[in-house]
């Protein structure tokens, strides 16, 4: 049984639940995940794991700076085990040359050039900002040119079958090493 930490930021949510989502395929597979929110719990890796999972969302370009310190602090650790940064933005759904300029932003930010990256798309939570970050949201994405418009709703771009993929394709590797698929 393997054991892998999941620290992750997560400013609305999001990168919480797709976090959470991916420590419910690994258990599922008979493995043991603990997710670890870095808002309120920075400081060091844990010893002892076989396998660690960095989740961050974008804002304003930019990945979470408490993110970034974590993964500073813990580099040479994040370099001696399999490891992956899981990226969520709303670039990821539609503009990945931004997407993966944010991570490249990310990995010289923090020197730290995760094995495998996935990036996903995030949501859109009109519902759940205040009146300035609701006008924000809508006028960029306006500028974009989608139609997701309806500030009465809420937008999900999260793919979970590609969560569950990306998963799923962790484990073999950390169950194969040499497969570098
Ligand atoms: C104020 C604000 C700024 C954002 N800026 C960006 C951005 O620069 N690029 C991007 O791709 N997504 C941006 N997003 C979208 C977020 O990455 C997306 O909503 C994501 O789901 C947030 O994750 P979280 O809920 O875990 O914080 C922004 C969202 C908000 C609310």
């Known amino acids: 049984m393997a054991k892998i930490h999941m620290p992750y930021g997560s400013l609305e949510g999001q990168t919480a639940h797709i976090a ?52 500073r602090e813990n580099r040479t650790e994040l370099d001696q085990v399999p490891s992956a940064l899981v990226s969520v933005s709303l670039a990821a759904h539609g503009d990945e040359a931004n997407a993966e300029s944010q991570v490249k932003q990310f990995e010289e930010e923090t020197g730290w050039h995760p094995r495998h990256v996935a990036m996903f798309g995030g949501a859109l939570l009109y519902t759940r900002y205040n009146f300035l970050k609701r006008q924000l949201m809508k006028k960029i994405v306006k500028d974009k040119g989608s139609q997701d418009l309806d500030t009465s709703r809420d937008y999900i771009y999260t793919e979970w079958d590609g969560v569950k993929h990306f998963t799923e394709d962790f484990l073999a590797r950390l169950a194969n090493p040499a497969n570098p698929s």
């Open 20 to 71: 959470e989502y991916i420590a419910d395929v690994i258990r599922a597979h008979g493995h043991q995940a603990e997710t670890v929110d870095l808002k309120h719990n920075t400081g060091r890796l844990p010893d002892g794991q076989d396998g660690v999972i960095v989740a961050a969302s974008v804002h304003m370009g930019k990945h979470e700076g408490f993110v970034a310190d974590f993964v």
